[in-house]
């Protein structure tokens, strides 16, 4: 009897030692993702920026500008496979 009082308190415990950790991860994963998405939405918005302010030709909307510069100039990766 005395090892199924132990057993119980033991599951109950660990029950709530993971319930716990889950809430805790839950909250950094979704304050990461938070951060990561305002990160990548005003990068977005300055490369944007600067795209329209100095690489597009006249007529030229962002999008095109920005289709132009990859196909004149290739990915980020084939520039590194180059050199």
Known sequence: MAKS???KANDKI?????SG???????VVHGYQKVEDSV???FTKI???????????EGE???????????EHGSPDSFQSRY
């Open 40 to 42: 990548v939405g005003e």
């Open 21 to 27: 950790y889950k809430k805790i991860e839950d909250g």
């Open 5 to 7: 009082k132990l057993v």
């Open 61 to 71: 909307s962002v999008e095109e500008a920005k289709k132009r510069l990859k196909e």
């Open 47 to 57: 490369s944007d920026k600067f795209v329209d302010s100095f690489l597009t030709k």
């Open 14 to 18: 660990a029950e709530h030692v993971v």
